[in-house]
C-alpha cells in the first residue's frame, strides 16, 4: 500500500513536470531563428512574402506566441501531438514509427553496458593493483572519454570497411524479403555496431563505480564478520559485498539511462538508424517545429518514467529504504 501511495503521488508530481517541460520546450524553440513557413517556401522555390503570409496563417504561425502556446498545451491534454509541416504526416504516426528501433537500440545498450561494465567492476575489485586491474581501468578511462561519433565511425571503418564482418548503416538489408528469425538476425547484425558504440561509454562509468563500491564495501566490519565466520568469499562476494557495492551503481544508472536518449541523437545519425534520435535531428534542419516539440515530450516523458522505475527498484535492493514523498 505504501509503495503504491508512493507511485502515485511521483506520477501527479511528474505530470506537473511534463506540462512545466511542455511549456519551456515550446517557448525555446520559438526562440530559434527561422521558420517552417520559410523553409517550406524554399523547397518549393516560392520565396515571396505573400506566400510566407498564406504559410504561416495554414500552419497557425500568425497568431501571437500566447494563442499558440495555449493551443498547443491544450491539444497535448488530448494527446494530439499536432501535424508534420514537412512529411504531411501527422506527429502520433512518426513517433510511433520510430520509438520502437530507439526502444530496440537504446534497451540494447543499456543492458548490455550495466552487464559488462558491473562484471568488470568487480572483476578489477578482485584483482586490484595487478595488470588486469589496470587495464580494465585505463580502457574504461579511454571509453568514458571517448566521443560517441568517433567510436562509431572507427567501429564501422574497421569492421563493416576494413573487415566486411558486420553491415554499416540501418537497420535491416534494403531490397531484401525477410521474416522470422533471418529478419530478427538481419536487425541483430545492424544493432551490434550502433548498440556497442552507445553503451561503451555507459560500461565505462558503471564499471569504474562498481569497482570503487566494491573496495570501500569489502573492508568494512559487517564483510570482516563474514569472514570470520568461515563463509565462503565467493559467497562473501555476491551477498554481501556486492550486494551493498551495487545500490550506487542502480541509482547512476537511472539517471544514465535517461541520457542513452539524449546519446541515441548522435549513434542514430552516424548509423542511419530510424529512430527518434534521428527524426530529431531531420526535425531540427527542416524547422519541423511540432516533430521536434513531439520527441522532446516523448523523450521527457520516458527519463521520467525511468527515475520512477529506479526508485522503486532502489526500494526493492536494499529493503532498508523507506519509501517518501
Not at 536487425?187 to 560500461?203: D, N, R, S
Amino acid at each position: 500500500m505504501e509503495r503504491l501511495e508512493f507511485i502515485a503521488q511521483r506520477l501527479v508530481k511528474g505530470v506537473v513536470v511534463l506540462l512545466g517541460i511542455v511549456v519551456l520546450n515550446f517557448l525555446l524553440i520559438r526562440l530559434a531563428p527561422g521558420d517552417p513557413a520559410t523553409v517550406m517556401a524554399g523547397e518549393a522555390g516560392a520565396g515571396d512574402e505573400v506566400f510566407l503570409q498564406q504559410l504561416r496563417a495554414q500552419f497557425g504561425l500568425d497568431q501571437p506566441l500566447v494563442d499558440q502556446l495555449w493551443a498547443y498545451v491544450r491539444n497535448i491534454v488530448t494527446l494530439d501531438f499536432g501535424f508534420s509541416y514537412r512529411q504531411q504526416r501527422p506527429v502520433v504516426d512518426l513517433l510511433a514509427e520510430r520509438l520502437p528501433p530507439t526502444l530496440l537500440l537504446t534497451g540494447t545498450a543499456f543492458l548490455l553496458s550495466l552487464v559488462v561494465g558491473v562484471a568488470l567492476g568487480v572483476a578489477a575489485a578482485r584483482v586490484v593493483g595487478r595488470w588486469s586491474d589496470s587495464l580494465i581501468t585505463v580502457l574504461a578511462l579511454f571509453f568514458y572519454a571517448t566521443p560517441l561519433f568517433w567510436v562509431g565511425l572507427m567501429g564501422v571503418l574497421l569492421f563493416s570497411v576494413t573487415l566486411g564482418w558486420l553491415p554499416a548503416f540501418g537497420m535491416f538489408t534494403v531490397g531484401v524479403p525477410l521474416a522470422g528469425w533471418a529478419l530478427a538476425l538481419d536487425v541483430g547484425e545492424h544493432l551490434v555496431l550502433p548498440a556497442l558504440t552507445l553503451a561503451l561509454f555507459h560500461m565505462a562509468v558503471y564499471a569504474r563505480m562498481t569497482r570503487a563500491s566494491m573496495l570501500e564495501v569489502r573492508d568494512q566490519d559487517f564483510v570482516r564478520t563474514a569472514r570470520a565466520k568461515g563463509i565462503a568469499e565467493g559467497e562473501i562476494l555476491r551477498r554481501h559485498v556486492l550486494r551493498n557495492a551495487i545500490l550506487p551503481v542502480v541509482t547512476i544508472a537511472g539517471v544514465k539511462a535517461g541520457y542513452l536518449i539524449g546519446g541515441s541523437i548522435v549513434v542514430e545519425t552516424v548509423f542511419a538508424w530510424p529512430g527518434i534520435g534521428r527524426l530529431a535531428y531531420e526535425a531540427v534542419l527542416q524547422r519541423d517545429y511540432n516533430v521536434l516539440l513531439g520527441v522532446f515530450l516523448l523523450s521527457s516523458a520516458m527519463v521520467i518514467a525511468v527515475n520512477l522505475a529506479t526508485d522503486v527498484v532502489y526500494s526493492l535492493v536494499d529493503p532498508r529504504i523507506e519509501l517518501g514523498a
